[in-house]
Structure formats: C-alpha cells, structure tokens
C-alpha cells in the first residue's frame, strides 16, 4: 500500500484567506482524490484530481473556491479561498491504482477558520 | 445524497464482546468496502467485497452483503479497546476506477 503525507496537519486561519493543501504520495498511483469531512460527519468527494488537466469536481463543488493542481503521478495540492467558517473541517486525500477498488487515505487536515 | 446508511450510529461494548454494524445503500453496487477512521484521523481500508460475494472474512473480520436488500454488516470478533473507531461503508458504483461514496458511520467505543 501507499505511504501518504498531508502537510499542515492542521492549520487555524482566518476569515477570508487562502490555504494550500499538499498531499504527497511514496509511489506513481493512477487516481488521486480529495474529500472533506465536516465535524461529526462522514466523507464527501469534493474532487478528482487529473494528472496534467483539470481537476474532475462533484456536484456542489467548484473550481474558484477549490482549486486543485495535480504536476505528477505523485503530488496533488488542494486549495480552500475565501475561507469561512463553514469550510472548518478535515480535508483528507486519497488515492488509488489501476485495478485496484481500495482507496489509501492521507492523515488528514484539520482545518479551523474562525 | 449519500448512499450508505449505517446503523447504530454509535456503539458501546465491553472488551470481549462481538459489535455488529451495518449499512444499507440506494443503487447497484460494484463492490462495497469498510474503513476504520481513529479520531478524525486518516481512513484504513479493512476489507472489500465484492457484488457477486456474499461473505467475506478477514482475521477478526465478518462482512456480509445481501444485494437483494442493498445491505451489509461488518461483525468485529472479540473485541478490543485498540477496535475504538468510527467505522464506514463506501459504495463503489463502478467497474471503472473507484469513485466511493461514504456511509454516515458508527462510532464504536470499546471498554476495557
């Protein structure tokens, strides 16, 4: 399986501002994905992220507010704009391989915007 | 809308004891999986199965899935205090590469 990094861990921020998300993954892997999860809640997609074009968002969710790069098989960045206090919660990235179904989760970021 | 729907939301037993969980989902299923999350932490796939499967076994890892009622349990044996998790299902609607759709979870407290 795939060793993940997040990096912050967890970050408090201000109303209005920005912050980049970095996953980082020890392999090449196919699929690269980025959730959010809300206190007390379970996992919601926010995005795929394509490797070399543009990232693959669910419903509800939209480039200008999450922008996600993805340079290479191996890195993928998440950012959250224009932060809230609604957008407090743990951004996790996971990945994937062809022919595998399992997903591999990074530790997580706990985010606060206060 | 999530597809899974686990019950109870949360779960209180002693060391020793078996826990039972379970999830019900909307549509057709590729395969369905089980994660453990520890304190709003990272997720750990604990074992997947698949459409076609009815039972699966994994150490001291139960799973059933009953497509006919769009449901599966996930029985943990012989508990223990390190089993203290939220516990999700997760869809797999595809064939393709995996898009998951969560569960809402249960929390499992295990006590010495």
């Known amino acids: ?114 | 809308s999530q597809q899974g729907e686990e019950d109870p939301q949360a779960l209180s037993i002693q060391e020793g004891e078996n826990a039972t969980m379970n999830c019900s989902y909307k549509t057709s299923i590729n395969n369905l999986q089980w994660y453990r999350q520890n304190s709003g932490r990272g997720l750990v796939h604990l074992i997947l199965i698949r459409s076609n499967e009815r039972e699966k076994h994994s150490g001291r890892l139960r799973v059933t899935l009953d497509t006919s009622k769009k449901s599966s349990s996930l029985l943990i044996t012989a508990s223990r205090a390190a089993d203290t998790a939220s516990y999700f299902c997760a869809t797999d609607q595809n064939s393709g590469y995996s898009t998951l759709t969560f569960g809402k979870g249960t929390m499992l407290l295990v006590s010495p």
Not at chain 1, 21 to 33: K, R
Not at chain 1, 55 to 77: C, H, M, Q, W
Request: charged fraction near 15%; hydrophobic fraction near 30%; glycine fraction near 6%.
């Open chain 1, 1 to 114: 399986s795939a060793v993940i990094s997040q990096k912050p861990s967890r970050d408090i921020c201000q109303r209005g501002t920005s912050l980049t998300i970095q996953c980082q993954v020890d392999s090449q892997v196919t699929m690269m994905f980025w959730y959010r999860q809300q206190p007390g809640q379970s996992l919601t997609l926010i995005a795929t992220a394509n490797q070399g074009s543009e990232a693959t968002y669910e419903s509800g969710f939209v480039i200008d507010k999450f922008p996600i790069s993805r340079p290479n098989l191996t890195f993928s960045t998440l950012t959250v704009s224009n932060m809230s206090p609604e957008d407090s919660s743990i951004y996790l990235c996971s990945v994937t391989s062809t022919g595998l179904h399992e997903q591999y989760f990074g530790p997580g970021t706990r985010l606060t915007v206060t």
